[in-house]
């Protein structure tokens, strides 16, 4: 466990973490509250197999590992269901723009799930950081009652 949430990565990570835990949280709820548009009917558009069925696992699953991100709870972990969920979205989505409409057309559209993904695998490589949940779950045990008493480790 230590080895998962273990980090060297600086404060500023946070900056990270709040930007593409959000995006995917605000997404993920979308899917809920404008099912026509970003949930069943944008997946039945786009080809997605059971779209009554992926369209709300999707959401559910950038729901909670979004927040998870932010939080940074377990991020290296969360991390790599949202790395699925956005290299779908990328081949699913801007391979077919990249083969009809071009190059500069698809980077337009592709930019922010391009950034969402360098984002993610930076949080994979480097970890949440020292503000983050991970960071209390990184200490030994015994460091962390030293450093501030058993109610202490959910900071």
């Known amino acids: 466990m230590w080895t998962v949430t273990a980090s ?7 900056l990270i973490r709040i930007l593409v ?3 995917f949280l605000a997404e993920g709820i979308q ?3 404008f099912p026509e548009l970003l949930g069943i009917g944008r997946f039945a558009k786009i080809g997605i197999p059971a779209p009554a069925i992926t369209a709300p696992f999707v959401g559910a699953i950038e729901i909670v590992f979004g927040i998870c991100v932010v939080a940074g709870f377990l991020t290296r972990i969360a991390a790599i269901p949202l790395l699925i969920d956005i290299s779908v979205a990328i081949a699913t989505t801007k391979f077919p723009m990249l083969l009809n409409k071009g190059f500069w057309a698809t980077a337009h ?5 391009v950034s969402m993904l360098l984002g993610l ?3 994979v490589i480097a970890g949440a950081g020292p503000w983050s949940i991970d ?3 990184a200490r030994p045990p015994s460091r962390r009652r030293a450093d501030g008493g058993a109610g202490d480790d959910l900071l």
Do not use: Y
Not at 109 to 113: F, G, K, L, Q, S
């Open 31 to 33: 899917k809920f509250l």
């Open 135 to 137: 960071a209390r779950f």
């Open 121 to 123: 695998l930076f949080l």
């Open 8 to 14: 060297t990565a600086p404060k500023s990570t946070i």
């Open 109 to 113: 559209e592709a930019r922010t799930d």
């Open 21 to 23: 835990g959000s995006i």
